[in-house]
């Protein structure tokens, strides 16, 4: 069994920053690629940043220079630090990732419960 906690989320004024954090826990698994989604209330949801098992990153245009998306390894853990954080990026932030399981070999996709971040005056 995989599972993804994501903590970090809050509120915060625009031009702050705020850091979110996914966490992996189980046993019998590897991760790959990790992301972060968002969905705003009305809106699809939107691949924000990957992160690939060498380290390799993307970024949606919007969070370009603004975003940086990290992992321990270690700690089968994923970052999201985001700056200058902007009304429009309010929404929920998801974290997903790219899960192989053993001893089948499979990949599976495994997403967390989602986390609130508000940016507002």
């Known amino acids: 069994q995989v599972q993804l906690v994501e903590s970090g989320g809050g509120l915060v004024q625009p031009g702050g920053s705020l850091r979110l954090s996914c966490a992996a826990s189980?046993?019998?698994?590897?991760?790959?690629?990790m992301r972060w989604y968002r969905q705003a209330p009305g809106k699809e949801r939107e691949l924000v940043a990957t992160?690939?098992?060498?380290?390799?990153?993307n970024y949606v245009d919007s969070v370009e220079g603004r975003f940086t998306i990290s992992r321990d390894n270690a700690k089968n853990t994923v970052y999201l630090q985001m700056n200058s954080l902007k009304p429009e990026d309010t929404a929920v932030y998801y974290c997903?990732?790219?899960?192989?399981?053993?001893?089948?070999?499979?990949?599976?996709?495994?997403w967390g419960q989602g986390t609130q971040v508000t940016v507002s005056s």
């Open positions: 997903n990732a790219q899960v192989r399981t053993w001893p089948s070999g499979r990949f599976l996709d495994c």
């Open positions: 189980g046993s019998g698994f590897s991760i790959n690629d």
């Open positions: 992160i690939t098992s060498g380290g390799s990153t």
